[in-house]
């Protein structure tokens, strides 16, 4: 059993480290907010004071925090007290230069990384359910193995460093735009007089068929159980779609590569975010499309 330190114990990264606890892994956290702290030492989580405390004595250091910025900062205090051979293991979604910078400082300090960005969502957290999508050296990732085997179920390495967020905003800009496809399709469909349901069993079996359709179907009552049948409550938060598919258009400008479906979706979803709690989940922009002005 390892020494882990956990910097960022918010909505995702609470159960995380709590299930790192669960498995005997002692985990030293920290958060820059009190109040979590303490849901920490109901967890059983060693709190500290400061990040640095979290990360000194640990063979492994996760961090799960908002952007790449505040990423960069948490480096500042960690780097110099991790001992060289430890590894870093970041699951916050940032963007794709932060990330790389990440790995860059790390292997100056002789510290190994990996950036690891999740799919799953609270649930996939708290269930020990996620997808980590990994870049960083293989030496890495094997040693990152049993760790994350603890809190996820499935773990891809998608290439050297960076290539984890790539993917990960890769994967997001095309489920913001499935999903705004299948609300215009389910929308038209209502307009031009069909039953959801029978859309949905034709849509969910043919060629448009889809994640977005088959197992998140916005359409409340139809198909699977999904947050459309709890009034849109997350679920993906819109705020959290709009963050990611934002990070995705600037990786496309670094780059210079056109993605104008992932621009427009990006624009819809603010504009629905405008009107709607920052709270709602995504697939909700559907009632935002049934009443859109046709422009
Ligand atoms: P959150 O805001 O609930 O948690 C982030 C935590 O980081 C907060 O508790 C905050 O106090 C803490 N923090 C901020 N600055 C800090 C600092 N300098 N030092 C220590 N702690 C600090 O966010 P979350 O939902 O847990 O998401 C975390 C990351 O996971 C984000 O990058 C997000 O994009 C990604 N993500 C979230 C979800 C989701 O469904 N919530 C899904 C996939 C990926």
């Known amino acids: 059993m390892a020494v882990i330190g956990f910097i960022g114990l918010g909505n995702m990264g609470l159960p995380m480290a709590a299930n ?5 892994h002692e985990v030293l956290g920290f958060d820059a907010v009190p109040d979590v702290l303490q849901h920490a030492k109901d967890a059983k989580i060693i709190t500290c004071a400061a990040a640095k405390d979290a990360a000194d004595e640990a063979e492994i250091v996760v961090t799960m925090l908002p952007n790449g910025e505040i990423v960069n900062a948490v480096l500042d205090e960690i780097l110099p007290v991790m ?3 430890t590894l870093l ?3 916050s979604t ?6 790389k910078t990440l790995h860059a400082r790390a292997a100056e300090a002789g510290i190994m990384s990996i950036d690891c960005p999740v799919s799953g969502g609270i649930a996939g957290a708290a269930a020990g359910t996620l997808t980590f999508m990994i870049g960083g050296s293989e030496e890495a990732c094997k040693k990152a193995e049993p760790v994350l085997d603890v809190m996820g179920a499935r773990q891809v390495r998608c290439g050297d460093g960076g290539a984890g967020q790539a993917a990960k905003i890769c994967n997001n800009m095309l489920l913001a735009t499935t999903m705004i496809g299948v609300g215009e399709a389910f929308s038209l469909g209502k307009k031009l007089g069909l039953e959801a349901e029978a859309l949905y069993d034709v849509m969910s079996t043919s060629s448009g068929s889809c994640w977005s359709i088959n197992t998140y179907c916005p359409v409340p009552g139809v ?3 999904s947050p459309a049948d709890n009034d849109f409550k997350p679920g993906f938060a819109t705020s959290l779609m709009i963050k990611d598919t934002t990070l995705a258009q600037t990786a496309a400008a670094e780059c210079g590569q056109a993605t ?3 621009y427009n979706a990006l624009e819809l979803y603010k504009q629905f975010l405008a009107d709607e709690p920052a709270d709602l989940d995504f697939s909700g922009i559907i009632t935002w499309l049934e009443n859109a002005e046709r422009g």
């Open 20 to 24: 790192l606890v669960k498995a005997g």
């Open 83 to 85: 001992d060289p051979g």
């Open 89 to 91: 293991i970041d699951c």
């Open 94 to 99: 940032i963007d794709v230069q932060s990330a």
């Open 223 to 225: 198909g699977p159980q």
């Open 260 to 262: 104008p479906m992932g």
